[in-house]
């Protein structure tokens, strides 16, 4: 066995580190006596063979007057706090440590050493999380991830403190044309190589849309782009902390999982892994957590398919309904007392829905099964639309369809197969009312007919449509009684 320890700096290749930190602390601000760190000359640490020829001990030896925190380094994206810690090298490299002491005035010294591992914990190599990521020591093509572009929640973003895309989640297919859903990320065990394919284009955030390294930016969905890009050689590593086990990737160019969120120090916590999944999070340059979903190229998640049914469909608004309703951007969708119970809806509490200038938001459902319509096949709903006036100004002037629209109010009732995700518009089929001057202003019950469509077998989501396709004008709508007709 041969370890040689030597100050200077070293490139750290891809390792996987676990940590021990032993007597982690910040000092007593009590106890300083000055407000200065200490220079790199010093400053003074001990590094000493661990229990076996991969790990390390550090103590660091230098005064600790006016020192607020001492912070360790390891070389690869893993670090801790205190006088003595303890650091694990499985595999052959140059690792540069770096111990940094702060001082309360916000100084630091820095001084740094470079640990040279020439041994191999062959043990460590039959790791199951490594194996899943790369197919183990037997692949020596490594193993090929892509996007999982048909789940719901391949894209997301939360709190940094969460743990699930619970602000945002991408439907199946939502970012086609972005540039990453031809993406491959090939994990290969022998030396850590990450090989990152993006066939010339990538998907970016627009905070970091200034990089060099990008050209030629295209929005997508107004804010972000798809950007020209040539990756860079990298590497990758794994490193567990508390518990969570993370993948660092290391280039001289970004290097992400087909939507660049700008990782905080290019670390992925693995949510979740399988030998075919893969389930990705990051803080992103924004301070949000970020979310990535990954398959295995080839592989086809098993689609559960639901069953056909012939169910009652209603909700009455007075807590006696079937439907769970979804929202999209919306203001508000609440039940209220009848202000108007007048036939032909007499009915004690209703639902107000609150629109505040969101064009394209809906109310929704997703059943957990498909709707048998050969038998039933026509919805009613009541409906109480206050006024024409909020409803006549022109969203948009140069689309001259969605002007005409939304030149009176309009009730449509959408069926489509959630499945398709992004596009299950393209699966729909519409049935709508125009709203005249003498309707407004009074409950008007309405009928959606389906019967042409009695033969589909693919409907699992209902979209009630306020407000015309594409209404970007504020309003309020009333609706009670929505129902699958006998």
Request: aromatic share 12%; net charge negative; with cysteine.
């Amino acid at each position: 066995m041969k370890n040689i320890i030597k100050s200077g700096f070293g490139f750290a290749l891809a390792i996987l580190m676990m940590l021990v930190a032993c007597d982690p602390n910040e000092f007593d601000k009590s106890e300083l006596n000055f407000q200065t760190a200490p220079t790199a000359e010093e400053m003074n640490f001990t590094v000493a063979q661990g229990e076996d020829a991969f790990h390390y001990n550090f103590e660091n030896l230098t005064p600790l007057s006016g020192i607020q925190t001492v912070k360790w380094d390891f070389g690869n994206g893993s670090s801790a706090e205190g006088n003595k810690v303890t650091a694990y090298y499985p595999l052959p490299g140059n690792y540069e440590v770096t111990l940094t002491i702060a001082a309360a005035d916000g100084s630091e010294g820095v001084k740094l050493t470079t640990i040279e591992q020439t041994e191999t914990d062959y043990a460590f190599l039959d790791s199951p999380v490594l194996t899943m990521i790369s197919g183990g020591a037997s692949a020596t093509e490594g193993k090929t991830w892509v996007v999982d572009s048909l789940g719901s929640g391949h894209f997301g973003i939360g709190p940094a403190d969460g743990n699930w895309p619970e602000w945002w989640a991408a439907s199946p297919l939502q970012k086609t044309g972005a540039g990453a859903y031809d993406d491959e990320f090939t994990f290969t065990l022998v030396d850590f190589i990450f090989d990152y394919k993006n066939n010339g284009n990538s998907y970016v955030k627009d905070l970091l849309l200034n990089d060099p390294n990008y050209s030629n930016p295209v929005e997508v969905d107004g804010t972000d782009a798809r950007v020209d890009f040539t990756p860079a050689a990298a590497n990758w590593s794994l490193t567990e902390r508390d518990g969570a086990n993370y993948i660092v990737l290391s280039s001289e160019k970004p290097s992400f999982f087909g939507f660049n969120y700008g990782a905080a120090n290019n670390e992925f916590r693995i949510e979740a892994i399988t030998e075919n999944t893969l389930q990705l999070s990051c803080i992103g340059a924004d301070g949000n957590r970020w979310y990535n979903n990954l398959i295995v190229k080839g592989y086809e998640v098993p689609v559960v398919e639901k069953p056909l049914q012939e169910n009652d469909i209603m909700d009455d608004f007075e807590g006696n309904g079937n439907v769970v309703w979804n929202l999209d951007d919306i203001v508000a969708f609440e039940t209220i007392t009848n202000f108007a119970p007048l036939e032909p809806n007499t009915s004690e509490n209703i639902a107000r829905y609150t629109k505040d200038g969101f064009e394209w938001t809906n109310v929704k459902t997703v059943l957990d099964y498909r709707i048998d319509l050969t038998s039933r096949n026509v919805f009613t709903m009541k409906v109480f639309i206050p006024s024409f006036n909020d409803y006549v100004t022109e969203c948009d002037p140069g689309t001259p369809w969605l002007s005409e629209h939304n030149l009176k109010p309009q009730i449509d009732v959408k069926l489509q197969d959630s499945k398709k995700g992004g596009s299950a518009w393209e699966t729909q089929q519409v049935r709508g009312h125009v709203f005249t001057e003498d309707q407004l202003g009074k409950w008007v019950e309405l009928t959606f007919d389906f019967s042409d469509v009695s033969d589909r077998t693919d409907f699992d989501q209902i979209i009630i449509q306020l407000g015309a396709e594409g209404h970007c004008n504020s309003g309020i709508f009333y609706i009670d009684d929505f129902m699958l007709l006998d």
